[in-house]
């Protein structure tokens, strides 16, 4: 699986909108960009995945550049819930999740 | 609904003692996969059932390791001859197919004296 280039750590104000970037230069044409987070003591939980199209769901947006290198995870109003490790993963479908270090987003008041 | 349970929440064992670590899968789904976290570390893969055959266990570190899922729903994770350097905390993980998004437990937190 290709590997990912995120920033160890990040910060936001509540309430702003929180952009996660992730390079994913060596990605193949069959492999997904998936985004999963994890709060402290807890499991990952799936957040959006995408292949090449922009992605939305009820937690997140997920923008995918056209030569698909990178992408954006965008968490459109920050809540304090919102701190956590963020993982940007590319996959194959069916495969297993290789997950980096992952960015440490702070949320604050 | 429920989600993926793991069983015990924590474990303390003393060093070349034998563990069994359980999960329980969201009910329905056929894959399961076996993660180790160390501390400020992203998950590490181990081992992936496709039903109840290992489809991938190219994670799994040593000979000591080994997983069940004879039903093809509960998985045991075993450790045989625990050492330090296999503290950790276990996750397990489900989806309804290899295809599908997966969903994590709250782990095992392995601690071997």
């Known amino acids: 699986d290709a590997k990912t280039t995120q920033p160890p750590s990040m910060d936001c104000a509540e309430g702003r909108a929180a952009n996660l970037p992730c390079n994913h230069s060596?990605?193949?044409?069959?492999?997904?960009v998936y985004w999963y987070r994890q709060i402290h003591s807890q499991g990952p939980q799936y957040i959006i995945h995408?292949?090449?199209n922009n992605e939305t769901n009820e937690m997140a947006s997920l923008i995918i550049t056209e030569d698909r290198k990178s992408s954006t995870l965008i968490l459109p109003h920050a809540t304090l819930r919102d701190t956590a490790v963020y993982y940007c993963i590319v996959r194959q479908y069916g495969n297993k999740l290789v997950f980096g270090a992952g960015t440490i987003l702070r949320v604050k008041s | 609904g429920a989600g993926v349970s793991q069983t015990p929440s924590n474990k303390v064992t003393e060093k070349g003692k034998y563990v069994e670590l359980r999960c329980d899968p969201i009910s329905g789904h056929t894959a399961l996969y076996w993660y180790r976290q160390s501390l400020g570390q992203g998950p590490e893969f181990l081992i992936y059932?496709?039903?109840?055959?290992?489809?991938?266990d190219s994670g799994l570190p040593n000979d000591r390791f080994f997983a069940v899922r004879p039903e093809g729903s509960v998985s045991t994770l075993k450790i045989q001859r625990t050492e330090r350097g296999d503290s950790a905390v276990y996750l397990c993980a489900s989806s309804l197919g290899p295809y599908n998004e997966q969903f994590f437990g709250p782990g095992t937190r392995l601690t071997v004296l």
């Open positions: 060596t990605i193949s044409g069959n492999e997904y």
């Open positions: 059932f496709q039903g109840t055959g290992a489809a991938d």
């Open positions: 995408g292949l090449k």
